[in-house]
Nanobody, 114 residues
Framework: QVQLVESGGGFVQSGGSLRLACAASGFTFSSYTMRWYRQAPLKEREWVAIISTGGTTNYADSVKGRFTISRDNARDTVYLQMNSLKPEDTAVYYC????????WGQGTQVTVSS
């Protein structure tokens, strides 16, 4: 059974940090490109960061320099380190695996207070 389970969300003050994790199971994690998305209330889901199977990364302009995506293929887990958080980063954060198939996690809430 394929699963992507996000964790690490929570409530943090502006300027703080959080580290999200997305644990994968049921598929060959190392063969999949991994992405993080987020969806704020009343807004469309937007792409945040990507890491390829080879470790190449890229970021949305809104998070560049503040967020870092990484992966641990031994643990079948992708991470999103979020620093210098702002209230506009408040959203539900989702991970996505893309390769032979596409899989989504259930999301984890991040709330940043001003």
């Amino acid at each position: 059974q394929v699963q992507l389970v996000e964790s690490g969300g929570g409530f943090v003050q502006s300027g703080g940090s959080l580290r999200l994790a997305c644990a994968a199971s049921g598929f060959t994690f190392s063969s999949y490109t991994m992405r993080w998305y987020r969806q704020a209330p009343l807004k469309e889901r937007e792409w945040v960061a990507i890491i390829s199977t080879g470790g190449t990364t890229n970021y949305a302009d809104s998070v560049k320099g503040r967020f870092t995506i990484s992966r641990d293929n031994a643990r079948d887990t992708v991470y999103l380190q979020m620093n210098s958080l702002k209230p506009e980063d408040t959203a539900v954060y989702y991970c996505r695996a893309s390769g032979s198939y596409n899989y989504w996690g259930q999301g984890t809430q991040v709330t940043v207070s001003s």
